[in-house]
């Protein structure tokens, strides 16, 4: 299996049917292959090789859809950039996955000069925006333009098909090696649970393209054909325009999105009855939240899906059928049709249905290692099983509950913000004598980033200033949005934090149900 097959095979049967929308452009099947085929060419003609990487740097377009499919075409190597992260956490990502070839839009050029700075492995920018290439790259159009096509080298198989990189515990990204097997069954896979994708249908892209959970929902549709509809970024009034002017069938969104989508005035009056399929994940969705939403899209059928970027993603579904069940709301979902999913203690021994343990996963799904790190990929795939570092149980059925996160990752608003990574930020602060970060609970983002920040003796740092501090050495959506000071934090003997302690204050004994 190759990630171009999808577009060989409805080039064949449906070559008018629109491949993408995006604003007011349209472009056939037949379009997209054309297009695909020379942007293809261009990359070899610059140089790009076997298994190089090609970046991208972008929101969401019709391009990013094109660019998806260009590089494997020329036997390239897929590396999305994460579009939230600082200059300085993108320099790292391009220059530590040796990327030396970059497509930038508008939005980004103005990061070009830090980027070239900070990564001298990249070589050539590529200018995919509306106006006029920036000095030193080269436009896009004038290169598909240029170029004639060339044969699709169907790179796939176990072949690597990118490399996505994720917050690490150790302060750096780290970069998930995935093969066009991983995508391809992991898609397939949550597709043959039939409440994935409606058939021939469209898809709405509205979640960043560079996730792979919206990377997941691209192979889908492109693997059984249909149509990608795009948008830009998220906002309620663009989301809903959208689904109302084309007839959106599926959508995939965090349950952030979801509340902003269901609560805004600016959508109440939007028709969303062509919707038939709703899938969300990064977070549970509250109750509250579940059945405001199920009144106002009552055609959409709603799908939970948990996993993470190593198992490309998705490990575990919620079903339609199973949101209607009280018990189960609270759960992840049973193993998706491609995965295998068990709990293991500290030793890697099954535990008993109703024991929490460590979530592991296996399957054809499963990352082939981090890139340039051996020692973490021997620990995380040890015995042939992805560790997931969640911690949770399986009930008699096979349902799955996430009860904790071993890694101490907190999810806001859908995006994973680990605690070490913010920890190292703040610990910079001259004025910080030692701090924690921790998830507590929060109404709209599901969890918020909170520190607890001990000062040393002679500064007094406003809260305000120890975020601003954060933002400039991390994304800003990584800052805590909440700070504490207190006088001494809560130790073990051994001398390490406890931050059960910490968050026992917020969370109470209520379970942290994190996704």
């Known amino acids: 299996m190759y990630l171009t097959q999808g577009l060989h095979r409805t080039v064949q049967q449906t070559p008018d049917l629109p491949a993408t929308i995006f604003g007011d452009r349209t472009r056939t099947w037949a379009d997209s292959a054309r297009r695909v085929a020379r942007f ?35 036997d390239a190597v897929l590396t999305p950039a994460n579009t939230r992260w600082s200059a300085a956490e993108i320099a790292f990502s391009l220059q530590d996955s040796d990327t030396r070839v970059l497509l930038v839009d508008d939005a980004f050029v103005p990061m070009l000069p830090r980027l070239h700075a900070e990564a001298p492995v990249l070589r050539t920018v590529i200018y995919i925006g509306d106006g006029s290439a920036p000095d030193g790259a080269l436009d896009l159009e004038e290169l598909i ?20 990189y994720t917050g690490g515990t150790t302060g750096k990204p780290k970069g998930v090696m995935l093969s066009h097997l991983n ?3 992991s898609a397939l896979g949550a ?5 994935f994708m409606v058939p021939g249908g469209r898809l709405l892209h509205a979640a960043p393209m560079f996730h792979l959970a919206d990377g997941a929902a691209w192979v889908a549709r492109t693997s059984v054909g249909g149509t990608h509809v795009i948008v830009p970024g998220f906002t309620p009034a663009g989301v809903a325009d959208a689904i109302e002017r084309h ?18 005035p600016d959508t109440a009056d939007s028709d969303l009855s062509s919707l038939c399929n709703l899938i969300y994940g990064a977070s549970p969705i509250s109750e509250a939240l579940l059945e405001r939403a199920g009144k106002r899209m009552p055609t959409a059928a709603f799908t939970q ?20 069940v009280a018990g189960l709301r609270r759960s992840a979902g049973r193993a998706a049709p491609h995965a295998e999913v068990r709990i293991v203690d500290d030793e890697d021994r099954e ?18 290692g981090y890139w340039n790190r051996p020692e973490e990929t021997e620990a995380a795939l040890r015995g042939g099983w992805m560790h997931t570092g969640d911690g949770g149980y399986l009930d008699d059925d096979g349902y799955l509950f996430v009860v904790d996160r071993i890694k101490d990752m907190i999810v806001s608003g859908g995006e994973n913000v680990y605690s070490v990574e913010v920890e190292n930020a703040l610990g910079k602060h001259p004025s910080v004598a030692s701090c924690a970060v921790i998830g507590v609970p929060d109404e709209d983002w599901g969890e918020r980033v909170h520190a607890v920040v001990v000062l040393t003796g002679d500064t007094s740092p406003t809260a305000e200033d120890l975020r601003a501090h954060v933002k400039e050495h991390i994304a800003g959506y990584k ?15 051994a001398g390490k934090i406890l931050k059960r302690d910490l968050r026992a204050r917020y969370w109470g004994e209520g379970a942290r149900n994190v996704h």
């Open 40 to 74: 293809a060419g261009a990359l070899r003609a610059l140089g790009v090789g076997s298994g190089d990487r090609v970046g991208i740097l972008a929101n969401n377009s019709d391009i990013y859809h094109e660019y998806m499919l260009a590089v494997p075409w020329a």
């Open 145 to 164: 333009a240029g170029h004639d096509p060339i044969p699709d080298a169907r790179r796939g198989g176990d072949s690597l098909a990118g490399v996505y």
């Open 183 to 185: 995508l391809l069954t």
């Open 191 to 195: 597709t043959a649970s039939g409440t």
């Open 247 to 264: 007839r959106v069938t599926d959508v995939l969104l965090v349950p952030t999105m979801v509340q902003m989508l269901v609560d805004s």
């Open 305 to 324: 899906a948990y996993g993470m970027t190593e198992l490309s993603p998705v490990a575990t579904l919620l079903s339609p059928g199973d949101h209607g």
């Open 351 to 368: 535990v008993p249905n109703g024991t929490v343990g460590e979530i592991v996963c296996r399957g054809s799904h499963v990352m082939l």
């Open 479 to 493: 800052a805590p949005r909440t700070v504490e000071f207190v006088d001494s934090l809560p130790l073990s003997g």
